[in-house]
Protein backbone atom coordinates (compact mmCIF):
# COMPACT_ATOMS: atom_id res chain seq x y z
CA UNK A 1 0.00 0.00 0.00
CA UNK A 2 1.70 3.32 -1.22
CA UNK A 3 1.63 5.89 2.10
CA UNK A 4 0.80 9.39 2.16
CA UNK A 5 2.68 12.33 3.26
CA UNK A 6 0.64 13.63 5.94
CA UNK A 7 2.49 17.21 5.64
CA UNK A 8 0.90 16.70 2.12
CA UNK A 9 -2.67 15.37 3.56
CA UNK A 10 -2.94 18.36 5.57
CA UNK A 11 -1.87 20.82 2.97
CA UNK A 12 -4.75 19.32 0.50
CA UNK A 13 -7.45 19.06 2.77
CA UNK A 14 -8.24 21.81 4.52
CA UNK A 15 -12.15 20.90 4.13
CA UNK A 16 -11.28 17.82 5.87
CA UNK A 17 -9.34 19.14 8.31
CA UNK A 18 -12.00 22.14 9.00
CA UNK A 19 -15.26 19.32 9.29
CA UNK A 20 -13.43 16.99 11.70
CA UNK A 21 -13.43 14.36 8.77
CA UNK A 22 -9.67 14.15 8.78
CA UNK A 23 -7.80 14.51 12.32
CA UNK A 24 -4.42 15.14 13.85
CA UNK A 25 -3.16 13.40 16.71
CA UNK A 26 -1.41 15.55 19.13
CA UNK A 27 2.91 14.74 18.60
CA UNK A 28 2.58 12.36 21.89
CA UNK A 29 4.18 9.26 20.32
CA UNK A 30 7.29 7.96 20.17
CA UNK A 31 8.23 6.03 16.65
CA UNK A 32 9.63 2.54 16.76
CA UNK A 33 9.54 -0.58 14.16
CA UNK A 34 10.75 -0.43 11.07
CA UNK A 35 8.21 1.37 9.07
CA UNK A 36 8.00 4.76 10.06
CA UNK A 37 5.35 5.35 7.02
CA UNK A 38 2.42 2.76 7.58
CA UNK A 39 -0.97 3.48 7.04
CA UNK A 40 -4.33 1.25 7.06
CA UNK A 41 -7.81 0.93 8.36
CA UNK A 42 -8.02 0.83 12.29
CA UNK A 43 -9.49 -1.67 15.10
CA UNK A 44 -9.86 -0.18 17.84
CA UNK A 45 -9.27 -1.72 21.93
CA UNK A 46 -9.26 -0.19 25.06
CA UNK A 47 -7.54 -1.76 27.50
CA UNK A 48 -5.59 -0.76 30.95
CA UNK A 49 -2.43 -2.53 31.82
CA UNK A 50 -3.60 -5.82 30.76
CA UNK A 51 -2.50 -7.23 26.73
CA UNK A 52 -4.44 -10.48 26.69
CA UNK A 53 -6.71 -8.87 24.60
CA UNK A 54 -3.74 -7.49 22.13
CA UNK A 55 -2.37 -10.84 21.87
CA UNK A 56 -5.98 -12.20 20.92
CA UNK A 57 -6.45 -9.41 17.78
CA UNK A 58 -2.75 -9.52 16.99
CA UNK A 59 -3.52 -13.62 16.49
CA UNK A 60 -6.03 -12.79 13.73
CA UNK A 61 -5.04 -11.61 9.94
CA UNK A 62 -4.03 -8.37 10.18
CA UNK A 63 -4.96 -7.75 6.00
CA UNK A 64 -3.21 -4.29 6.45
CA UNK A 65 -5.29 -3.18 9.05
CA UNK A 66 -4.00 -0.80 11.92
CA UNK A 67 -4.44 -1.92 15.63
CA UNK A 68 -5.25 1.31 18.23
CA UNK A 69 -4.60 0.82 21.68
CA UNK A 70 -5.77 3.00 24.20
CA UNK A 71 -4.15 1.74 27.26
CA UNK A 72 -5.14 5.21 29.38
CA UNK A 73 -1.61 6.56 28.82
CA UNK A 74 -0.37 4.00 31.91
CA UNK A 75 3.35 4.50 32.35
CA UNK A 76 3.11 1.82 34.84
CA UNK A 77 3.62 -1.35 32.35
CA UNK A 78 3.96 -2.05 28.77
CA UNK A 79 1.33 -3.42 26.62
CA UNK A 80 3.41 -4.37 23.36
CA UNK A 81 6.75 -6.62 23.63
CA UNK A 82 9.27 -7.96 20.80
CA UNK A 83 6.96 -11.52 20.74
CA UNK A 84 4.20 -9.19 20.02
CA UNK A 85 5.67 -7.50 17.34
CA UNK A 86 6.60 -10.19 15.65
CA UNK A 87 3.33 -11.60 15.54
CA UNK A 88 1.60 -8.67 13.93
CA UNK A 89 4.97 -8.66 11.71
CA UNK A 90 3.78 -12.33 10.66
CA UNK A 91 0.09 -12.28 10.49
CA UNK A 92 0.00 -8.93 8.23
CA UNK A 93 -1.02 -6.00 10.13
CA UNK A 94 0.36 -2.56 9.40
CA UNK A 95 1.17 -0.94 11.99
CA UNK A 96 0.59 -1.01 16.15
CA UNK A 97 -0.52 2.82 18.05
CA UNK A 98 0.06 2.38 21.67
CA UNK A 99 -1.76 4.98 24.38
CA UNK A 100 0.67 3.75 26.93
CA UNK A 101 4.13 1.66 26.74
CA UNK A 102 5.94 -0.86 25.24
CA UNK A 103 8.93 -2.87 25.99
CA UNK A 104 12.10 -5.13 23.97
CA UNK A 105 12.63 -2.19 22.09
CA UNK A 106 15.61 -3.32 20.31
CA UNK A 107 12.77 -6.47 19.04
CA UNK A 108 10.53 -4.05 18.05
CA UNK A 109 13.04 -1.74 15.99
CA UNK A 110 13.83 -5.27 13.79
CA UNK A 111 9.76 -5.68 12.81
CA UNK A 112 8.58 -4.47 9.54
CA UNK A 113 5.84 -3.03 10.62
CA UNK A 114 4.99 0.68 12.41
CA UNK A 115 4.67 0.95 16.20
CA UNK A 116 4.02 4.29 17.75
CA UNK A 117 4.27 4.79 22.22
CA UNK A 118 4.09 6.99 24.75
CA UNK A 119 7.44 5.46 25.83
CA UNK A 120 8.62 2.22 26.65
CA UNK A 121 8.81 0.50 30.08
CA UNK A 122 10.78 -3.00 31.47
CA UNK A 123 7.82 -4.38 33.19
CA UNK A 124 5.30 -6.51 31.68
CA UNK A 125 1.23 -5.87 32.00
CA UNK A 126 -1.44 -7.79 33.64
CA UNK A 127 -3.06 -10.45 32.14
CA UNK A 128 -6.73 -10.57 33.08
CA UNK A 129 -8.20 -10.14 29.89
CA UNK A 130 -10.20 -6.87 30.75
CA UNK A 131 -10.79 -4.70 28.21
CA UNK A 132 -13.34 -3.39 25.10
CA UNK A 133 -12.43 -4.88 21.24
CA UNK A 134 -13.52 -2.36 18.30
CA UNK A 135 -14.90 0.61 20.29
CA UNK A 136 -15.10 4.58 20.16
CA UNK A 137 -11.31 5.62 21.99
CA UNK A 138 -10.00 8.88 22.47
CA UNK A 139 -6.51 9.34 22.60
CA UNK A 140 -4.19 12.36 22.00
CA UNK A 141 -6.86 14.64 22.03
CA UNK A 142 -8.29 12.80 18.99
CA UNK A 143 -11.99 10.54 18.99
CA UNK A 144 -10.71 7.44 16.60
CA UNK A 145 -13.55 4.98 15.31
CA UNK A 146 -12.89 1.54 14.04
CA UNK A 147 -13.30 1.21 10.34
CA UNK A 148 -11.60 4.75 10.57
CA UNK A 149 -8.36 5.54 8.27
CA UNK A 150 -4.86 5.75 10.04
CA UNK A 151 -1.58 7.35 8.16
CA UNK A 152 1.62 7.72 9.90
CA UNK A 153 4.62 9.08 8.77
CA UNK A 154 7.68 11.11 10.37
CA UNK A 155 5.64 13.98 10.70
CA UNK A 156 2.57 12.87 12.94
CA UNK A 157 -0.47 10.55 12.68
CA UNK A 158 -3.95 11.52 10.84
CA UNK A 159 -7.33 9.81 11.37
CA UNK A 160 -9.59 10.14 8.35
CA UNK A 161 -13.18 9.21 8.01
CA UNK A 162 -12.76 7.56 4.71
CA UNK A 163 -9.68 6.21 3.08
CA UNK A 164 -7.53 8.63 1.18
CA UNK A 165 -6.09 8.50 -1.72
CA UNK A 166 -3.26 9.82 -3.49
Known sequence: MASLATAEVCDTNAA????????????V???????RAFSGPVV???VFEDNVLVRELLETRGEGR?????GGGSMRCAL???NLGQLAQNMGWAGIV???CIRDVDEIKGC?????ALASHPLKSNKRGIGEKNVLVHIA??????????????????????????
Do not use: H
Open 16 to 27: LLSSGDLRILQP
Open 29 to 35: FQSYGQC
Open 44 to 46: TLK
Open 66 to 70: VLVID
Open 80 to 82: VGG
Open 98 to 100: VNG
Open 112 to 116: DIGVR
Open 141 to 166: GTMIRPGEWLYADSDGILISKTELSI
